[in-house]
């Protein structure tokens, strides 16, 4: 089966600007429903939001509890072929979408797809994949898959943001301004944020803003 991107939280307002900035809303909804009707699961999904949230198109909760059930089932058979980033987002997406919304078993779901995630970044991150290590450093961070320690999310972020990685820059020099699983160290915190601004992080700029603001408020 082909990989299948999982949708985050973003999404809804990816969908939103698509149909804002097209001259025939109905046209970009009728396209997503028919590359849905062939199996299509992010375009399920897609519909699927466009009938929830009324984008482009009358309001249905029950053609949006269709179609994202459509693709849903799709992206559990992805995960279940053993891909850790599918995994965790699909955790993700339980927590956020049905947990919140008091739906039934949608905890059971999401701890069972956080710990097969973690199960494949750990293997990963000990064989040095900094993307993995990252990865497993959040899941620590946010206790998922895992009992929450932000000792050990501060460990797996240092291996990987010493290999370069700018999401792990970044959250290591999170950790140490707010002192999360390590001492707090301002200086610390302002040299792993300008290594991820150097890269490009939007993030890491808004943090070394911050700080400055702060430093000059002194």
Known sequence: MAKIKIPCLEDVADIIRRVKES?????VVNSLRK????????????????????????????????????????????AEQGDAETQYR?????????????????????DKWYHKAVEQFRQAA?????????????????????????????????????QGNVEAQWNLGLCYEHGI???????????????????GNVLANESLARLACHIRQR
């Open 35 to 78: 590359a849905a009707e062939q199996g299509n699961a992010e375009e399920q999904w897609n519909l699927g939001l466009c009938y929830e949230h009324g984008i482009g198109i009358e309001q249905d909760d029950v053609l949006a509890a269709e179609w994202l059930s459509k693709a849903v089932k799709q992206f559990c058979e992805v």
């Open 181 to 199: 699983g390590i001492e707090k160290d301002i200086e610390k915190a302002l040299e792993w944020y300008r290594k991820a601004a150097k890269q």
């Open 126 to 162: 000990e064989q040095g994949n900094a993307e993995a290590q990252c990865r497993l450093g959040d899941c620590y961070k946010h206790g998922k898959g895992v009992e929450q320690d932000y000792t050990k999310a501060v460990k797996w972020y240092r291996k990987a943001a010493e």
């Open 90 to 110: 699909l955790g993700d997406l339980f927590t956020h979408r049905w947990l919140l919304k008091g739906a039934e078993n949608a905890r059971m779901e999401a």
């Open 23 to 27: 001259t025939d809303p109905r046209e």
